[in-house]
């Protein structure tokens, strides 16, 4: 089994940071959600070793990239993610986008038709008008207290989403979160000013939309379904937000059998 790899990339937007495993044919890319990092992927990438190449990278801002300066739009993480993965000698992919990895992963095939070959939505970020205020308006406040009261306040958000969630998950997305309290609400800022919706409709390429059967974008499914031209759509039972780690080798075999069929 191969070791998977830590490593930066240098662009001019900074350095990114990202995970890989090795392997023969073309690169499945992974996106992750906010406020995670990469390292959500890890369980996924091995139940994928030896069935393609994996780059999982850390969104700028999260996890150890580097932030990005001034605004931050979905277009912004999808041209920097672009730069550090052709820095990378990426030519083409498919992708893998986790929540607001998926608005960025429609924002790549939008912006790059030619280099994404396939999509995979896992909760697509699908919402109505209220919903997108109703995530702009939900981002966590970036004041600190003495007493420590914000670190608790954090690990009551990220555990109140997931209760069932193994502790060990909890624990590194409340720290991550953290990490990045400030970059948290941009993206969700972010996400909320995506035409995610215009976009995804607009697609050329295939696109796999999924989500666990009790994931909290789940009710996202069908309406993201019904706007694509060549779309296919799965719900994993007993699965929750956490689907790439606690579900890893059932998404694998998903994610196997789409990006490899003709």
């Known amino acids: 089994m191969n070791r998977i790899r830590r490593a930066y990339v240098e662009t001019s937007f900074g350095q990114n940071h990202y995970r890989s495993l090795p392997g023969d044919g073309i690169p499945l890319v992974l996106l992750h959600q906010t406020p995670s990092s990469s390292a959500m992927y890890e369980h996924l990438m091995r139940a994928l070793d030896g069935v393609f190449p994996t780059i999982a990278l850390d969104t700028p801002g999260f996890g150890n990239s580097d932030a ?11 041209h920097t993610l672009y730069a550090a993965l ?12 986790h929540h607001t990895g998926a608005s960025i992963a429609v924002q790549m095939a939008t912006d790059y ?8 939505l896992s909760g697509p970020p699908y ?9 702009k308006n939900s981002a966590p406040s970036s004041e600190m207290q003495p007493d420590g009261s914000h670190l608790a306040a954090m690990w009551q ?9 193994p502790l060990e998950i909890s624990t590194r997305e409340t720290l991550l979160a953290v990490q990045a309290v400030k970059p948290f609400a941009a993206a969700y800022r972010a996400v909320s000013e995506h035409n995610f919706e215009q976009q995804l409709a607009a697609l050329d390429c295939p696109v796999l939309v999924l989500a ?17 031209r060549r779309g296919a759509m799965r719900v994993i039972a007993g699965a929750d937000t956490y689907l790439c780690e606690t ?9 196997r059998e789409y990006f490899l069929q003709q």
């Open 68 to 78: 990005l300066d001034g605004e931050v739009t979905i277009a912004h993480y999808a």
């Open 247 to 255: 579900h890893a080798e059932i998404l694998a075999g998903i994610l």
């Open 86 to 97: 052709t820095a990378l000698a990426v030519r083409e992919c498919w992708v893998l986008g």
């Open 113 to 120: 038709p030619q280099w994404v070959r396939k999509l995979a």
């Open 157 to 165: 958000r990220i555990r109140g989403n997931n209760p069932a969630a």
């Open 127 to 135: 919402f109505t008008v209220a919903e997108k205020v109703a995530l």
């Open 212 to 228: 666990g059967e009790h994931d909290s974008l789940r009710a996202n499914l069908e309406p993201a379904y019904a706007a694509l």
